[in-house]
């Protein structure tokens, strides 16, 4: 592994809004692109309408079809979060505009894999659905589709994942990103896609006094934005303006109490606070519980957990979830030892360098749970890596997380085109995704994948560079600057939280939790000692009781601890000087 580069950001033009903020927050929204406030992304008012989305018309049309003939609709979802708020979404939504006749069905990755094959299509057709509409999925499922439409039922596919060559012969396709999609929001997710389908929905049945006539109240979609932000955080999609609008508003409702009973009962066990909930929490907290369902069990219990109305329902559901995290870290942690064990192994190339493209592969991994290893080898490195797993039928199953410069979708893309014969399948987008290979392959696309990878990278993108927002006066390192950087986001995928570096003196030094640092560090400029805390710490480097100095790379936070409030530094790195 290089050695850890710490680079501070461009500040860049603060124009306008350098009047409207402090000059700190007026630096660190410059150097992410803002110049004014409204760019930022909070109001409703300011949310692209997605009227422009192709394929919407046509969808809407065809739900008013199955909602006037009280249709059997089937909703299939996806295994991970974005999937299973998509699917809440679509359920809630269409029961909101009279829809009595609603299911949802979920593949089992184990079983069936992802997406809407022509497996699925055959156990969905025992529910003598009318329409099938799938979310976060079904851009590349052509055979499924097929498979439905001879059987004499329709797809209208939502979904925001990359396209192959061929589009599936839906009655109806809403995707930001297949072609000629004129909406600007492309990276909309899953969640996303679906929460402007019902938006578009509600919009033309309003027209026709639908609600009136049937003695129905109007809907208030926004009820659905606290599941929509939820997915959109949890999906690692980029923070633009209007993702940022919608998280900014589901975290709102959150905040005020108005979330679903499940989303509150997963926010308690979780050990956050619902009033000061923030876009971190949904990604590092609710996220990843949400998410061992899906790659463990069932994500039925999830999806479960997010429809029900009962307080106690929820909270028994919700336990559920967070004893399969639990599992789930467990069995993460067992693989991350075993992948340790594999990269002391590796052969390293004439410069004494790992593989660009790492890929790595363990008979006994789980995988539900390539897709974490996956990222975890990926941040500890800073290149792409790929996590296999045995399936089916001498198959393996790989996922897939890369780093910014290479477009892992379109780089299996390019794999596939030199060698045909090579990807059984594959999807996903720029910085996730998922393949099926042949096990006796596993050493060809290994070279394939690292030689794709060398086209687009270099040594030195390759390098660990850290960028933060640069030093913090001791004026700075108050309680008020961390409550207002608080609440200066949402933070999140290419809208960065912000992350300082600085020197300090190391007073004390402790292990807690088994794998955290505790620290004591003092400010030099005001002797000011301050409480800092480094999760998952290196345990073959810290305590280290030499060291008195370090350069550390740290986000302001404040700490409760039995009603008493004070700053701390959540270490990000730690570096001994």
């Given at each position: 592994?290089?050695?850890?580069?710490?680079?501070?950001?461009?500040?860049?033009?603060?124009?306008?809004?350098?009047?409207?903020?402090?000059?700190?927050?007026?630096?660190?929204?410059?150097?992410?692109?803002?110049?004014?406030?409204?760019?930022?992304?909070?109001?409703l008012q300011q949310l692209q309408t997605g009227r422009d989305m192709l394929g919407l018309?046509?969808?809407?049309?065809?739900?008013?079809?199955?909602?006037?003939?009280?249709?059997?609709?089937?909703?299939?979802?996806?295994f991970d979060c974005d999937g299973a708020t998509s699917t809440a979404v679509g359920m809630?939504?269409?029961?909101?505009?009279?829809?009595?006749?609603?299911?949802?069905?979920?593949?089992?990755?184990?079983?069936?894999?992802?997406?809407?094959?022509?497996?699925?299509?055959?156990?969905?057709?025992?529910?003598?659905?009318?329409?099938?509409?799938?979310?976060?999925?079904?851009?590349?499922?052509?055979?499924?589709?097929?498979?439905?439409?001879?059987?004499?039922?329709?797809?209208?596919?939502?979904?925001?994942?990359?396209?192959?060559?061929?589009?599936?012969?839906?009655?109806?396709?809403?995707?930001?990103?297949?072609?000629?999609?004129?909406?600007?929001?492309?990276?909309?997710?899953?969640?996303?896609?679906?929460?402007?389908?019902?938006?578009?929905?509600?919009?033309?049945?309003?027209?026709?006094?639908?609600?009136?006539?049937?003695?129905?109240?109007?809907?208030?979609?926004?009820?659905?934005?606290?599941?929509?932000a939820l997915g959109t955080v949890a999906d690692v999609v980029p923070l633009e303006q209007?993702?940022?609008?919608?998280?900014?508003?589901?975290?709102?409702?959150?905040?005020?109490?108005?979330?679903?009973?499940?989303?509150?009962?997963?926010?308690?066990?979780?050990?956050?606070?619902?009033?000061?909930?923030?876009?971190?929490?949904?990604?590092?907290?609710?996220?990843?519980?949400?998410?061992?369902?899906?790659?463990?069990?069932?994500?039925?219990?999830?999806?479960?957990?997010?429809?029900?109305?009962?307080?106690?329902?929820?909270?028994?559901?919700?336990?559920?979830?967070?004893?399969?995290?639990?599992?789930?870290?467990?069995?993460?942690?067992?693989?991350?030892?075993?992948?340790?064990?594999?990269?002391?192994?590796?052969?390293?190339?004439?410069?004494?360098?790992?593989?660009?493209?790492?890929?790595?592969?363990?008979?006994?991994?789980?995988?539900?749970?390539?897709?974490?290893?996956?990222?975890?080898?990926?941040?500890?490195?800073?290149?792409?890596?790929?996590?296999?797993?045995?399936?089916?039928?001498?198959?393996?199953?790989?996922?897939?997380?890369?780093?910014?410069?290479?477009?892992?979708?379109?780089?299996?893309?390019?794999?596939?085109?030199?060698?045909?014969?090579?990807?059984?399948?594959?999807?996903?987008?720029?910085?996730?995704?998922?393949?099926?290979?042949?096990?006796?392959?596993?050493?060809?696309?290994?070279?394939?994948?690292?030689?794709?990878?060398?086209?687009?990278?270099?040594?030195?993108?390759?390098?660990?560079?850290?960028?933060?927002?640069?030093?913090?006066?001791?004026?700075?390192?108050?309680?008020?600057?961390?409550?207002?950087?608080?609440?200066?986001?949402?933070?999140?995928?290419?809208?960065?939280?912000?992350?300082?570096?600085?020197?300090?003196?190391?007073?004390?030094?402790?292990?807690?939790?088994?794998?955290?640092?505790?620290?004591?560090?003092?400010?030099?400029?005001?002797?000011?000692?301050?409480?800092?805390?480094?999760?998952?710490?290196?345990?073959?480097?810290?305590?280290?009781?030499?060291?008195?100095?370090?350069?550390?790379?740290?986000?302001?936070?404040?700490?409760?601890?039995?009603?008493?409030?004070?700053?701390?530094?959540?270490?990000?790195?730690?570096?001994?000087?």
């Open positions: 592994m290089s050695d850890i580069t710490i680079r501070r950001r461009e500040s860049g033009s603060q124009g306008k809004i350098f009047s409207q903020v402090t000059p700190l927050l007026a630096r660190i929204y410059a150097s992410r692109g803002l110049d004014d406030l409204d760019a930022l992304g909070r109001s018309a046509e969808a809407v049309k065809r739900l008013i079809v199955a909602l006037e003939q009280d249709q059997q609709i089937l909703i299939v979802g996806d809630l939504g269409l029961g909101m505009m009279g829809a009595s006749r609603v299911t949802y069905l979920v593949p089992n990755r184990f079983e069936y894999g992802y997406g809407l094959s022509p497996e699925i299509v055959d156990v969905a057709a025992a529910l003598q659905p009318d329409l099938i509409i799938t979310v976060d999925n079904g851009i590349s499922s052509v055979a499924g589709v097929a498979r439905a439409n001879s059987l004499g039922i329709d797809v209208v596919v939502t979904d925001h994942h990359l396209p192959g060559e061929a589009l599936p012969a839906a009655c109806a396709i809403v995707n930001p990103n297949q072609p000629d999609c004129p909406f600007s929001e492309k990276s909309t997710c899953g969640v996303g896609v679906i929460f402007y389908v019902m938006t578009a929905l509600r919009r033309s049945l309003e027209e026709q006094n639908w609600f009136e006539a049937r003695g129905l109240p109007r809907p208030n979609l926004a009820a659905l934005l606290d599941l929509v209007n993702n940022r609008t919608l998280v900014y508003q589901g975290l709102q409702r959150i905040r005020s109490g108005k979330a679903r009973p499940g989303l509150i009962a997963l926010i308690d066990i979780s050990g956050r606070q619902r009033r000061r909930l923030t876009a971190t929490d949904l990604g590092f907290a609710l996220g990843p519980r949400l998410n061992a369902a899906g790659r463990l069990d069932d994500m039925s219990i999830g999806i479960e957990c997010l429809l029900t109305n009962n307080p106690e329902r929820a909270q028994q559901l919700a336990l559920q979830l967070d004893s399969l995290n639990q599992e789930r870290r467990g069995i993460e942690q067992e693989m991350q030892q075993q992948a340790n064990a594999l990269l002391d192994e590796l052969e390293l190339d004439a410069e004494g360098e790992l593989p660009f493209g790492l890929c790595l592969y363990d008979g006994d991994w789980h995988q539900g749970v390539i897709g974490i290893l996956a990222s975890r080898i990926k941040e500890k490195l800073n290149r792409p890596v790929v996590a296999f797993a045995t399936g089916d039928k001498g198959e393996l199953k790989g996922s897939a997380r890369s780093v910014n410069g290479f477009h892992i979708r379109d780089g299996l893309d390019a794999v596939a085109a030199k060698h045909p014969s090579l990807l059984k399948k594959f999807g996903g987008h720029a910085m996730a995704a998922g393949m099926t290979i042949a096990a006796e392959n596993l050493g060809l696309f290994q070279q394939a994948f690292d030689a794709e990878v060398r086209r687009h990278l270099s040594a030195e993108q390759l390098q660990h560079a850290v960028l933060t927002d640069g030093g913090l006066s001791s004026a700075e390192l108050t309680m008020e600057m961390a409550e207002q950087l608080r609440e200066a986001g949402p933070w999140g995928h290419q809208f960065p939280e912000p992350l300082f570096d600085g020197e300090f003196s190391l007073l004390q030094q402790r292990i807690v939790g088994q794998r955290h640092l505790k620290l004591v560090l003092m400010e030099p400029e005001s002797g000011m000692a301050i409480d800092a805390i480094h999760f998952n710490a290196d345990l073959d480097v810290w305590p280290n009781d030499s060291v008195q100095r370090v350069h550390a790379v740290y986000r302001l936070d404040v700490n409760e601890f039995r009603g008493q409030r004070s700053l701390q530094l959540m270490i990000d790195h730690l570096l001994p000087l």
